[in-house]
Nanobody, 125 residues
């Protein structure tokens, strides 16, 4: 089973860039579809981006064109490059691994079985 640890969260200014990392352990990382979610204070966890085992990607509309999800299976690591950050991007960001087929993209919280502990991203002037 995959275990996940996020890193890279920080306090940044609007318009800044930041890259989050999600380090995975376990033999199934490279064959798993992965996702990024975020949860703002007082709100439900929401989908941000997903990537298949072979790096097919999908994004929620508010981040499309600003965020880029990628993975390096040799390093068992997934990334979320975030550009032109906005105050509304402030949240705890979580990475997740799905137990479903690694050929498909998943956007629902319930499609993911393994979660990291989260990393805080704060965008403020």
């Amino acid at each position: 089973q995959v275990q996940l640890v996020e890193s890279g969260g920080a306090l940044v200014h609007p318009g800044d860039s930041l890259t989050l990392s999600c380090a995975g352990s376990g033999s199934t990382f490279s064959s798993s579809s992965m996702g990024w979610f975020r949860q703002a204070l007082g709100k439900e966890r929401e989908y941000v981006a997903a990537i298949t085992a072979r790096s097919g990607t999908h994004y929620t509309l508010p981040v499309k064109g600003r965020f880029t999800v990628s993975r390096d299976n040799a390093k068992n690591t997934m990334y979320l490059q975030m550009d032109n950050l906005r105050p509304e991007d402030t949240a705890v960001y979580y990475c997740a691994a799905s137990a479903h087929s690694g050929s498909f993209l998943y956007t629902r919280v319930d499609d993911y079985s393994t979660w990291g502990q989260g990393t805080q991203v704060t965008v403020s002037s």
